[in-house]
């Protein structure tokens, strides 16, 4: 087993600098997530750590051994890395059949055949393509594809294994149960898993670990799941985690009100942030409770749209427009239903306080 | 970061950096280096040999009052002029005619089109020298058969035409080249979004109109595309100026280089002036290509690929008829009737008999087939150089191709220019060129061997095998390799096992694409044979020229069958190929 350490990593494409002195350590036997927007350099990494690409700088170790490092100019080609990678086109064979697609590591490896065929045929069924083994690539849906890719990889046990975006060509449910199977292998092998995707609620479910990149490629916070959504670190993290309320404040005379308007708000800024003038309050949909009992912030009901088990609002504070979501069974069981154009009162909890933008350019 | 390493991770770094040290120079820049001394040699060599032969004196100095010197002797100067004119009449007629039956096959309603459209390719498949030795049957002016049969019928006794002159050269040249505009502009029209046409017709515009205004100027790069195409072949073309215009003294730049080196036996002077008018082909090559490409880079933003489309067709009403009957005619005249004559003329008993049946006789394939020891040998040159040639510059090509496509080596970009030469080089400067560098200049005498034309072969295939292997190397995606890769296979491995399967058939065809214009090749061989390496192109040429007629039609018969054998073939193999996609 092998933990995977990055140290000062930068890639350049000539001008372009999609990388800029990287440092993450996945640990043993960790799942670790790269999760951020398109384009910020997910897949770049994964090349990186597989060896299809060298560092402009840094270095990479894989275990105790250094596999890439500009300086030095080492790098071990991608063949003796032991790294499974399921690739974002998924890079199935197209002449060969499922079976020929999933045994090829196998063969490589000169395993033994009774044994390479055993552990193909568990491989497909793991990933819940028995039945299919004799097909070739066109004549599988691309969800179908995707999971050929994903027995291919992880058919030859590897130490770690790399996955861009494994699961994003499957609907909700099949989604859920291939994030299952991931991390029971992960479990069952003690395998290191390093995961790519845009997707935050499949990083939340899955990871042990989170990176949260933004556009320009930079770690913004690396944490635990629950630690990154309680926690989050600064306004980009809040935001790419969820839905999100940004309500810009401004303290005035000791009373806080919305910027730029004399609308009050009933919120108390954290102890220790009450020196600063503007602050930036951030909170959920669902932390934000609707009443009918004056709680001295008026709102007014923009739009409702019913999705089920929840209610969607749309709220406006003053100029400002809330996304606000109750559960339908308790709004109805409360009477606290509200209809378009209807008046009602605003409740926060869970309240995110972080420095605002604007306060942030007046200082410097 | 802790960067202090225990003992064992410092063996293991030491260890890493040795197999990254040994890996530096590895199997890519190998690969990349060995892909360029080919290119080099093969085509960089000899092109720069005769730039190096025109522009220099014996002495090695730079010389271009010679140059100029040459150029103005009346013999030089007027085959310049020969050839820039057939140029541009084969180039003015074979526009009109591909843009007319292009447009005639994909909008109108002309009934089966489809037919239609694959027979008007067909001139594609014609060696055009032998398609000229059958006009020459047919119309010269004395001994023709169509010639004789209208001085009979009508009482006259001057020909009905004289196919020896200009005129001649360029109808019959038009007859095999017209396909490249034809090609060209059916392709651009099929590929065109009816949307825009669509649009115009609901605004309540007539089809008139929208032709001209919108259809048109969509086409236009297409159009000029396929033109230059057709002057860069007319420009160097050998086989039907040698036939149609040598006799009457008319020789264009190529011709004139064969009779200069031929009659000359490589004297200082012949080559000189050869290598003066190489030069200005390649020069004038290199352009056409050049405005080729920027041409058809403006023409991809314009034509929209709509996959699935209805264009508007023109009815044709009452010249729905006519307009299908002039279309069969054409190809009843341009391909069927040279190719019977052909056929007719291979098996008469004796050369100016009539074409009736008590004349006929299979001896002159049997004996040309099984007998004759230079026919024989011929068949047999041409067989084993173009399959080995053919072989050879495949598996060259790809691996060049795979250099320019897929690795990420420093210095690629000087195999990307080498690569782009061969296809901008004419069969004559090739021949000429492979004289120059395989003559005992570097240590190695090919002259007169079967080896000179087999290099010359691959050098003027090579844009062929290039252009094929690349295609098919673009539709495999980065990935699939480095999928392999990453399960444990090595490079090595990855080729054998993922990329090579997944573009045999683009080599396939590439094999195919050099073995059959190989096999009927003349204007290369021509200049390179000796006494025993003559190839079928050459023996039918040379018994056309000592009055062989029938021997040569007989021996242009064979070839055409093993031609149309070979491209039933390789239709085959590249439909299969797309059934598979
Ligand atoms: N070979 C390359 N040459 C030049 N630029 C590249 C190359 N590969 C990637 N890039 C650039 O690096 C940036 C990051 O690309 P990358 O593929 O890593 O994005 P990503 O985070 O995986 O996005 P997505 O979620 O859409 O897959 C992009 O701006 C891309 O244009
Ligand atoms: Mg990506």
């Given amino acids: 087993m092998a933990e995977v350490k990055l140290e000062n990593i930068s890639k350049h494409y000539g001008e372009h600098r999609v ?121 599988l849906s691309g969800g179908q594809q995707q999971r050929v890719a994903l027995a291919r ?158 209610m969607d609002y749309r709220i406006n504070l003053g100029e400002k427009e809330l996304r606000i979501q109750q559960d339908t069974q308790e709004a109805l069981q409360n009477n606290l239903l509200f209809k378009e154009g209807e008046d009602c009162f605003l409740k926060f909890h869970n309240v995110a306080w972080f420095e605002s933008q604007s306060v942030e350019m007046g200082v410097s | 970061m802790g960067m202090i390493q225990t003992g064992k991770n410092r063996k293991n770094l030491v260890f890493s950096k040795k197999v990254a040290d040994l890996k530096k ?132 006794d001057k020909p009905l035409f004289n196919i020896y002159g200009m005129a001649g050269i360029i109808i019959v040249e038009t007859m095999y080249l017209f396909p490249f505009v034809f090609l060209q502009v059916s392709g651009a029209l099929e590929r065109m979004d009816p949307t825009l046409e669509e649009s115009a017709q609901i605004s309540g515009i007539d089809l008139f109109t929208i032709t001209r205004k919108i259809t048109f100027p969509l086409i236009t790069p297409s159009i000029i595309a396929g033109a230059l195409l057709v002057a860069l072949y007319s420009l160097s073309h050998f086989g039907v100026p040698a036939i149609l215009g040598t006799e009457v003294g008319i020789y264009n730049i190529p011709t004139l280089i064969y009779q200069k080196i031929y009659a000359s036996a490589g004297s200082f002077e012949a080559i000189r002036t050869g290598t003066v008018l190489a030069s200005i082909l390649v020069i004038s090559a290199a352009i056409i290509m050049y405005l080729q490409n920027l041409v058809l880079k403006k023409g991809r933003y314009q ?77 047999k040159n041409s067989v084993v150089l173009s399959l080995g040639a053919a072989f050879v510059t495949m598996l060259v090509g790809t691996m060049i191709s795979y250099v320019i496509v897929k690795m990420k080596v420093k210095g690629k970009f000087i195999l990307e220019f080498l690569g782009m030469l061969p296809f901008s080089v004419p069969g004559t400067v090739i021949a000429l060129g492979v004289i120059l560098t395989w003559s005992g200049r570097f240590g190695v005498n090919l002259y007169n061997t079967a080896g000179i034309i087999f290099v010359a072969y691959i050098a003027r295939y090579m844009a062929f095998a290039l252009k094929s292997t690349s295609a098919a190397l673009e539709q495999v995606h980065d990935s699939l390799e480095e999928a392999s890769r990453s399960c444990g296979a090595t490079h090595w491995q990855a080729l054998k096992h993922i990329v090579l399967p997944l573009i045999k058939p683009g080599m396939v065809a590439a094999f195919f694409l050099i073995f059959l214009p190989a096999l009927r090749e003349l204007t290369t061989s021509v200049l390179l044979y000796g006494p025993t390496t003559r190839t079928i192109g050459v023996a039918i040429y040379a018994l056309n020229e000592d009055g062989e007629t029938v021997y040569a039609m007989a021996l242009a018969s064979i070839a055409l069958v093993i031609i149309v054998l070979g491209e039933i073939l390789i239709r085959k193999i590249t439909s299969t190929k797309e059934g598979n996609g």
């Avoid at chain 1, 350590?25 to 897949?43: A, D, I, Q, R, Y």
């Avoid at chain 2, 008829?321 to 008993?349: C, E, M």
Wanted: aromatic share 10%; net charge positive; glycine share 6%.
């Fill in chain 2, 303 to 379: 034509i929209i690929a709509g996959k699935s489309m209805r264009p508007m067709l023109l009815k044709l009403r009452g010249f729905k008829i006519p307009l299908l009957i002039f279309s069969i005619l054409y190809i009843a005249v341009t391909v069927l009737l040279p190719t019977v004559t052909v056929f007719l003329v291979g098996a008469l008993k004796t050369y100016g008999l009539p074409l009736k049946h008590k004349h006929m006789t299979l001896e002159n394939f049997k004996y040309i087939l099984f007998s004759w020891k230079m026919t024989k040998d011929a068949i």
């Fill in chain 1, 19 to 139: 990388i800029e002195n990287l440092n993450i350590t996945v640990k043993e036997g960790e799942c670790f997530t790269f999760l951020g927007p398109s384009g910020c350099g997910k897949t770049v990494i994964l090349r990186l750590i597989a060896g299809f690409e060298r560092p402009t700088n840094g270095e990479i170790f894989i275990g105790s051994s250094l596999v890439s490092s500009a300086e030095q100019k080492i790098h071990l080609p991608p063949e003796e890395r032991k790294i499974g990678v399921v690739f974002q086109d998924y890079a199935v064979w197209p002449h060969k059949t499922v079976y020929e697609n999933v045994i090829y590591p196998l063969k490589i490896q000169r395993i033994d055949k009774n044994e390479a065929k055993q552990r193909t045929m568990q491989a497909i069924t793991q990933v819940g393509l028995k039945g299919l083994e004799k097909r070739l690539p066109y004549q």
């Fill in chain 1, 153 to 310: 990889a992880l058919v030859s046990k590897p130490e770690i294994m790399l996955l861009d975006e494994p699961l994003n060509n499957l609907d909700a449910k099949l989604r859920e149960e291939m994030r299952f199977e991931i991390k029971e292998l992960q479990r069952e092998i003690g395998v290191t898993i390093l995961y790519v995707t845009h997707d935050q609620e499949v990083a939340l479910a899955i990871s042990d670990r989170i990176a949260i990149f933004d556009h320009t490629g930079h770690v913004r916070q690396i944490g635990a799941p629950r630690e990154i959504y309680e926690k989050p670190a600064d306004k980009y993290v809040f935001n790419f985690m969820g839905v999100s309320n940004f309500i810009p404040l401004e303290i005035k005379n000791g009373a806080t009100i919305i910027e730029d308007s004399n609308i009050p708000v009933a919120l108390q800024p954290p102890t220790g942030k009450k020196e600063a003038l503007r602050m930036l309050a951030a909170c959920r949909p669902f932390d934000i409770e609707l009443t009918r009992e004056n709680t001295g912030m008026k709102g007014e009901v923009k739009r409702v749209t019913f999705l089920g088990a929840t």
């Fill in chain 2, 25 to 156: 120079f590895g199997a890519a820049e190998l690969v990349l280096i060995l892909s360029i001394i080919v290119l080099v040699v093969v085509v960089a060599i000899p092109i720069l040999l005769i730039f190096w032969n025109a522009f220099t004196t014996a002495d090695g100095k730079f010389n271009i009052k010679d140059v100029i010197w040459i150029l103005s002797k009346p013999e030089t100067y007027q085959a310049l002029l020969n050839s820039v004119t057939i140029a541009l009449g084969v180039t003015m007629l074979s526009t009109i005619l591909g843009v007319f039956f292009a447009w005639l096959v994909t909008r109108t309603d002309l009934p089966f089109k489809g037919a239609m459209k694959l027979l008007f390719i067909v001139p594609f498949m014609l060696p055009s020298f032998i398609g000229a030795m059958a006009w020459k049957i047919l119309l010269s002016p004395r001994g023709g058969y169509i010639n004789v049969f209208f001085k009979n019928l009508l009482g006259i």
